[in-house]
Every structure is written in structure tokens, then in C-alpha cells.
């Protein structure tokens, strides 16, 4: 029986990139999969690697690590990375209050980013609506991936250049340690042994360990993607993000004037609502 240093399971982002870092060790690694391909999260996403929304004093430097790695492997293999930086624009004058002041905070952990006024975001983005924003904040750095196919280049580049073994359609139902041996059992009766398993099991929490997560307080969320018809003229560069980004994410609870934001009468019911109505306030054309 062939053993492993590490099996890992589930082969969406988490699990891939666990064996990513493993095989760059030097690691002996087996990847398996209980469906056909990952079929969740990873490829229901935008795409967009974004460190600049992470939280500045904790998750933001491992942001950057992971952008540095999405450069370094696009860099030898086309995983459909694209550098055109990521966009924030501010609807009203807080939101442009924190891009200023998130400016600063960046610029002092040496991360390029440069404030955009009205005219440079009509440049930019011409079929931004006229009466939305109020300025933005560019990042150069980041990239966008197409999520549904950038996973796949991956793991094809661990196959080929690394060796990886990896099994799809393969259910892990059991996981147990033996005289110091980790044991992965599966649906149709094979077992695997490594001295590590990593479970990255996504939002499947009934067949590995379900007592733990029951216990976690942890809720399952579905992640609802929206796709466009094509339309004439509209060329979108980089990640864009709106007022409502910069009012969820982590990196702005940082700025000085975060805690002084009060929301807008018409922003209700977009954050009640998410942003399946918000795309028609953000572009002059019809999004939806």
C-alpha cells in the first residue's frame, strides 16, 4: 500500500493549495475529490484576489502571500491571472473619507495605492454612472483569475510537474489515527494512509466529523453568482468594487473615521438585499 506524508481532502482552493505548499516541501501527496470536480465555492466567486479588503492587522499579509503565489505560478503556467488592478469607488463623502485614509494606511505597509478623482475614474471606467461616485482608490497589484478555470490549471501543473496523485469521485466517509498513522476510508472500501490529512472539505460538514461542526456555531452560506448577458461597449479592467465594499471590508475598519459611518437611507435596502439591485445604481447600462 502506497503511503502518503499528506492526503488532503477536497480539491477546491483550500485543498489545492495545501498541496501546492506540500509538494513545493518536497511532500509525497495524494488529493482526492468526492465529486467529478469542485463544484462550490471555488468556482462560484468572482475572482478577484483582492488583499487590499483583508483585515490590515491580521488576514492582509497572508493576502499578499497568496498574490505574490497566484504571480509566481502564472509566471511559469497560464492560470488565467490578469494584473489590472482592483478599483474602489466611494458613493458619498465617507466612503471617499476612508479611501483617503486607507490610502495612508497602505502606504505605510508599502502597498501601492493611488486616489482616483472624478475625472481619472471617467477614464478609467467611462460607463460608471455619473451621479455614483465620488472619487476611488486603485490597487496595481492585484489580479483577477477566472475562477472556474483557474483551480483546474492548477492542479493539472501539481500533476504534471510535481507528481501529485490525485483521485476524483473518490468520498472520504472515515478518518482515524492508528499507532500514529493517519487511515482515510473511503466510500467504495480503498484506504489511504499518510502521516498528516488535511480536511478541506468546504461546505459539506454531514460526512467528516460532523459533531464538530455542529458544536462550531458555524452556518452554512450559499454563494449565488450572477452572470450577464454580453454588452456593447462595456470593457470591465481589473476588479471593481463599490461603496458597499468599502463600507464590508475588514481593511476599512481600520481607518481613523470608520467608526463615525453612519449609513445612507438609500443604501438600506441594498445591504438588506445584497447587491442584486445595486448594479444598475453603479453602470448607465442595463446590468441584469
Known amino acids: 500500500m502506497i503511503k502518503f506524508d499528506l492526503i488532503v481532502v477536497g480539491a477546491g482552493n483550500l485543498g489545492t493549495f495545501h498541496a501546492f505548499?506540500?509538494?513545493?516541501?518536497?511532500?509525497?501527496?495524494?488529493?482526492?475529490?468526492?465529486?467529478?470536480?469542485?463544484?462550490?465555492?471555488?468556482?462560484?466567486?468572482?475572482?478577484?484576489?483582492?488583499p487590499s479588503g483583508q483585515a490590515l492587522d491580521t488576514w492582509f499579509e497572508y493576502g499578499r502571500t497568496s498574490l505574490a503565489i497566484y504571480k509566481e505560478i502564472q509566471a511559469k503556467t497560464d492560470i488565467t491571472a490578469r494584473q489590472k488592478g482592483s478599483y474602489y469607488y466611494a458613493s458619498d463623502d465617507n466612503e471617499m473619507q476612508l479611501l483617503e485614509e486607507a490610502r495612508e494606511l497602505f502606504k505605510i505597509r508599502n502597498y501601492p495605492a493611488q486616489l482616483l478623482n472624478?475625472?481619472?475614474?471617467?477614464?478609467?471606467?467611462?460607463?460608471?454612472?455619473?451621479?455614483?461616485?465620488?472619487?476611488?482608490?486603485?490597487?496595481?497589484?492585484?489580479?483577477?483569475?477566472?475562477?472556474?478555470?483557474?483551480?483546474?490549471?492548477?492542479?493539472?501543473?501539481?500533476?504534471?510537474?510535481?507528481?501529485?496523485?490525485?483521485?476524483?469521485?473518490?468520498?472520504?466517509?472515515?478518518?482515524?489515527?492508528?499507532?500514529?498513522?493517519?487511515?482515510?476510508?473511503?466510500?467504495?472500501?480503498?484506504?489511504?494512509?499518510?502521516?498528516?490529512?488535511?480536511?478541506?472539505?468546504?461546505?459539506?460538514?454531514?460526512?467528516?466529523?460532523p459533531e464538530l461542526f455542529n458544536e462550531s456555531g458555524m452556518k452554512i452560506s450559499k454563494l449565488n453568482m450572477m452572470s450577464t448577458f454580453p454588452q456593447k461597449g462595456l470593457k470591465l479592467e481589473g476588479n471593481i468594487l463599490s461603496g458597499l465594499s468599502i463600507r464590508r471590508y475588514d481593511s476599512f475598519k481600520s481607518c481613523p473615521s470608520y467608526a463615525l459611518l453612519t449609513t445612507p437611507e438609500w443604501q438600506k435596502l441594498y445591504q438588506e438585499w445584497a447587491y442584486i439591485y445595486f448594479l444598475n445604481r453603479l453602470w448607465t447600462v442595463q446590468s441584469l
Do not use: W
Not at 505548499?21 to 483582492?50: C, W, Y
Not at 490549471?153 to 500514529?180: K, P, Q, S, W
Open 118 to 209: 472624478r475625472k481619472a475614474c471617467y477614464e478609467r471606467h467611462s460607463l460608471l454612472n455619473n451621479d455614483y461616485y465620488k472619487g476611488g482608490l486603485y490597487f496595481s497589484e492585484e489580479v483577477s483569475v477566472e475562477p472556474r478555470t483557474m483551480v483546474h490549471r492548477v492542479r493539472e501543473m501539481l500533476i504534471h510537474d510535481f507528481d501529485l496523485t490525485y483521485l476524483n469521485n473518490t468520498t472520504a466517509i472515515n478518518c482515524e489515527v492508528r499507532n500514529g498513522i493517519c487511515i482515510i476510508h473511503c466510500a467504495d472500501g480503498k484506504q489511504f494512509h499518510a502521516e498528516k490529512i488535511a480536511i478541506c472539505n468546504g461546505r459539506d460538514m454531514k460526512i467528516l466529523f
Open 21 to 50: 505548499h506540500a509538494l513545493n516541501q518536497g511532500k509525497k501527496v495524494l488529493l482526492i475529490e468526492k465529486d467529478s470536480q469542485p463544484m462550490e465555492a471555488t468556482v462560484r466567486n468572482f475572482g478577484q484576489v483582492v
